[in-house]
Nanobody, 121 residues
Framework: QVQLVESGGGLVQPGGSLRLSCAAS????????MGWYRQAPGKQRELVAT???????NYEDTVKGRFTISRDNAKNTVYLQMNSLKPEDTAVYYC???????????????WGQGTQVTVSS
């Protein structure tokens, strides 16, 4: 079992920055990868960025160059640094942790409670 606690959301003006944090606890050594997803009103939840246990990253096209996902293994924490924020980034952001076993079978998916990010002037 993995527990995820998110923080860092809020209201910011266009062009501003926010850093989201996701602290994991429990069976953290079994996590294959972690990621950030977001869901805007009336839209499907979409992947924003992912990072594997080996450090490989992946980003949704519209956030490339603006968002950076990173990890701090000592603190079991994943971050999402968001720069040059746009109104289109407004959404509820969710932290995800995925557990796998060899070779690729997904054995668990865990989600944080979500944190609201609002970009508005």
């Amino acid at each position: 079992q993995v527990q995820l606690v998110e923080s860092g959301g809020g209201l910011v003006q266009p062009g501003g920055s926010l850093r989201l944090s996701c602290a994991a606890s429990g069976r953290t050594f079994s996590i294959y990868g972690m990621g950030w997803y977001r869901q805007a009103p009336g839209k499907q939840r979409e992947l924003v960025a992912t990072i594997t246990s080996g450090g490989s990253t992946n980003y949704e096209d519209t956030v490339k160059g603006r968002f950076t996902i990173s990890r701090d293994n000592a603190k079991n924490t994943v971050y999402l640094q968001m720069n040059s924020l746009k109104p289109e980034d407004t959404a509820v952001y969710y932290c995800n942790a995925q557990l796998r076993r060899w070779p690729t079978q997904v054995i668990g998916d865990y989600w944080g409670q979500g944190t609201q990010v609002t970009v508005s002037s």
